[in-house]
């Protein structure tokens, strides 16, 4: 499974861009890119994936790359709420149960 | 459309006591997976399973957890004889119809072993 390498950690002034970067130079070509985030000691958070092209939600955009082998998650106008650490995950596939394999991720702090 | 469901959010139990912790997948999803993150540590996979069907349980401890995923009710993450170092929060997560789908996670379940 394809490993990922994220910066501990990150700080952001609030209503700022907050650019958080993901490196994944083993990811293979079938292979998605997802992002997720843990506020506190909830649940992790859903917030976007893609596999070549960049991707828009209502919550973050995510840029991948052309060589795919990194990619980066923009908040657009962080909030204090936005504080959490983030996980970049490459899952195992469809052979494997896609599992979710966390590494240690980002903790963005946005600060006022 | 609800949300994963878990229950209890918060479980207090003795040494040598049975842990029953119950997750509600979001409704027409029928894969389940159950995490569990030890204090101040990343999340790690246990078991991944289908209605009645255990698919992958390489992360789950040999002796003392169970877990199941019947055809009617929640999944089952049960853990006999707890010891102190099963303090955790165990997540559950689930996904559609296939396994490539995206995994939405539940509260979670605070385990306390006293």
């Known amino acids: 499974d394809a490993k990922t390498t994220q910066p501990t950690s990150m700080d952001c002034a609030e209503g700022r861009a907050a650019n958080l970067p993901c490196n994944h130079s083993?990811?293979?070509?079938?292979?998605?890119v997802y992002w997720y985030r843990q506020i506190h000691s909830q649940g992790p958070q859903y917030i976007i994936h893609?596999?070549?092209n960049n991707e828009t939600n209502e919550m973050a955009s995510l840029i991948i790359t052309e060589d795919r082998k990194s990619s980066t998650l923009i908040l657009p106008h962080a909030t204090l709420r936005d504080t959490a650490v983030y996980y970049c995950?490459?899952?195992?596939?469809?052979?494997?149960?896609?599992?979710?394999?966390f590494g240690g991720g980002t903790r963005l702090m946005v600060k006022p | 459309n609800a949300g994963v469901m878990q229950n209890p959010r918060h479980l207090v139990r003795r040494r040598g006591q049975e842990a029953r912790l119950r997750c509600s997948p979001m409704?027409?999803?029928?894969?389940v997976y159950w995490y569990r993150q030890l204090p101040e540590e990343g999340l790690k996979f246990m078991v991944y399973?289908?209605?009645?069907?255990?698919?992958?349980e390489s992360g789950m401890p040999k002796e003392r957890f169970s877990a199941e995923f019947p055809k009617e009710g929640p999944s089952i993450l049960r853990i006999q004889q707890v010891v102190r170092g099963d303090s955790a929060a165990y997540f559950c997560?689930?996904?559609?119809?296939?396994?490539?789908?995206?995994?939405?996670f539940g509260p979670g379940t605070r385990l306390t072993v006293l």
């Open positions: 997560a689930s996904s559609p119809s296939t396994s490539t789908d995206t995994q939405y």
């Open positions: 409704k027409g999803h029928s894969h």
């Open positions: 995950i490459v899952p195992r596939g469809e052979e494997a149960g896609n599992m979710l394999t």
């Open positions: 893609g596999l070549k």
């Open positions: 083993t990811i293979s070509g079938n292979e998605y």
């Open positions: 399973l289908q209605k009645e069907n255990i698919i992958d």
